[in-house]
T-cell receptor
Framework: SQTIHQWPATLVQPVGSPLSLECTVE??????LYWYRQAAGRGLQLLFY??????ISSEVPQNLSASRPQDRQFILSSKKLLLSDSGFYLC??????????FGPGTRLTVT | RKEVEQDPGPFNVPEGATVAFNCTYS??????FFWYRQDCRKEPKLLMS???SGNEDGRFTAQLNRASQYISLLIRDSKLSDSATYLC?????????????FGRGTQLTVWP
């Protein structure tokens, strides 16, 4: 069966510091992968999606970037965090039926 | 206009009650429809896909009305454990590359 991992689970970072969040998927090959952010009391915002190694599409221009160095690895990064980057970051993969499955998420607080 | 709109609630119902959530979507070309459940401070989890003919999974029944671009979720015999936020989700045909659109969610609290 497929599983999706994210780490770290929680993170507190100062404004201006860099960020690296990692997501890995097991039990499937060449999945479509997605990064979402959910701010407190808000809906899910799609940030990036990827259909394969090195292929990244950005939905919202901002100070975040994503990379996919391996088939089942998806990384979200920032060079300098802003206060507005605080939120719950979720990685997801999509199966052939279009159903998306989420990882446990990373709760980021920028101070 | 938002892609997916839901009544945010909150819905507060007693155990054993029947509760219904509604959702509308704006893109008539949408082909896939889902309900997700999200517990407080947790990731969303797939509750059920919604098929054109409607489908049922235990106490949960989902309906799709393509003509009205409307999706519903009915929960019968509510349990305390049903308390969560329910997200309506719409997207392209399953195997098509494309994004899913998530509603902001409807909050449900079931009280004893």
């Amino acid at each position: 069966s497929q599983t999706i991992h994210q780490w770290p689970a929680t993170l507190v970072q100062p404004v201006g510091s860099p960020l690296s969040l990692e997501c890995t998927v097991e039990g499937t090959s060449n999945p479509n992968l997605y990064w979402y952010r959910q701010a407190a009391g808000r809906g899910l915002q799609l940030l990036f999606y990827s259909v394969g190694i090195g292929q990244i599409s950005s939905e919202v221009p901002q100070n975040l970037s994503a990379s996919r160095p391996q088939d089942r690895q998806f990384i979200l990064s920032s060079k300098k965090l802003l206060l507005s980057d605080s939120g719950f970051y979720l990685c997801a993969w999509k199966d052939q039926k279009g159903e998306q499955y989420f990882g446990p998420g990373t709760r980021l607080t920028v101070t | 206009r938002k892609e997916v709109e839901q009544d945010p609630g909150p819905f507060n119902v007693p155990e054993g009650a029947t509760v219904a959530f509604n959702c509308t979507y704006s893109n008539s070309a949408s082909q896939s429809f889902f309900w997700y459940r999200q517990d407080c401070r947790k990731e969303p989890k797939l509750l059920m896909s919604v098929y054109s003919s409607g489908n049922e999974d235990g106490r949960f029944t989902a309906q799709l009305n393509r003509a009205s671009q409307y999706i519903s979720l009915l929960i019968r015999d509510s349990k305390l454990s049903d308390s969560a936020t329910y997200l309506c989700v719409v997207g392209p045909r399953g195997s098509t590359l494309g994004r899913l659109y998530f509603g902001r969610g409807t909050q449900l609290t079931v009280w004893p």
